[in-house]
């Protein structure tokens, strides 16, 4: 049924995200890295399948992401992009792989034609709208990521949520509005108060995905291993989880080491047989091939 489903939705592209601005459906955004949790987001109808480079921290078990590269995200995002039909395909440039225009255009290029993205995401603020503005000259679709950033947290040393004082809330918003306006086909608002968020909604004329910034956006993103409850070492505040796979697994591990030990896996059905005749035939040539390496 899910498998239907996905074939009769219509492919999500950057201008249908950016059509739902202001009163179309709300935009859907979870992550992925591999072919099975893509596979499962888009027979889902996400809209937006993300390869961001948080796979450092839930799925390499990194300490952050600084250290993710091109060839890292080009790798998953093939995965991802071989088991997806119809949502969006989005790719993350890694940590100081757009520092200028040119580096920008030969990176996210590998990213669209190596791996397969539809459109990848930057995050920074307003520094980077001549970047916006070279990849979408060169064809390339781009959404903005402001907010809590990996270069603020580079930079400050800290996760602490941005925009709660009036000069940092003034930024965000300044960043948001000259992103968009440098030709971001959305925005990722992440981690700022929900005021703030509804304020850059109402401003801006793209469509804002909000992580951990609220309800006032017009869409939401999630971490897929947070909010599967795959990921046990932090868990940020504005998570909700929808499953509990960890313990599904570690449940389904204990039973398969409880079925080896216990001699009750393999049985029958999981097991390839062979007749008595068949493996009579096989036993006698063996016997042959040994006796006549014996008399040689």
């Given at each position: ?75 998953h995002t093939r ?165 509990a796979l960890d ?50």
């Amino acid at each position: 049924m899910a498998a239907e489903q996905t074939k009769s939705r219509r492919k999500i592209t950057p201008a249908a995200i950016r059509s739902r601005k202001n009163g179309g459906d709300l935009i859907t955004l979870v992550t992925a890295y591999d072919f099975p949790f893509a596979s499962c987001a888009d027979q889902a109808g996400i809209d937006i399948v993300f390869v961001s480079d948080a796979f450092a921290s839930v799925g390499m078990g990194c300490e952050n992401t600084l250290s993710v590269t091109v060839d890292e995200v080009v790798y998953h995002t093939r995965a991802v992009r071989r088991a997806v039909s119809s949502s969006l395909v989005l790719a993350s440039l890694p940590f100081l792989s757009y520092t200028t225009p040119e580096e920008a255009i030969k990176n996210a290029g590998r990213l669209v034609r190596d791996g397969g993205a539809e459109a990848v995401e930057i995050e920074g603020g307003a520094e980077l709208a001549p970047i916006v503005r070279a990849l979408t000259t060169a064809g390339i679709a781009v959404i903005a990521h402001v907010g809590l950033t990996r270069a603020l947290a580079a930079r400050t040393g800290s996760y602490r949520a941005p925009a709660q004082d009036a000069d940092s809330a003034i930024a965000i918003i300044n960043d948001a509005l000259t992103l968009s306006d440098a030709g971001a086909f959305a925005l990722v608002l992440e981690c700022i108060p929900d005021r703030i968020a509804a304020a850059i909604t109402e401003l801006v004329p793209i469509p804002t995905i909000g992580i951990g910034a609220g309800a006032y956006c017009d869409g939401q993103g999630l971490v897929t291993q947070d909010m599967l409850g795959l990921f046990e070492k932090f868990t940020p505040k504005f998570v909700q989880q929808f499953a509990a796979l960890d313990d599904a697994a570690r449940d389904g591990f204990r039973l398969f080491k409880q079925n080896v030990e216990t001699s009750a896996f393999p049985g029958s059905a999981h097991t390839i047989s062979i007749g008595d005749e068949k493996l009579g035939d096989i036993v006698a040539r063996l016997n042959q091939a040994t006796e006549s390496t014996t008399t040689n």
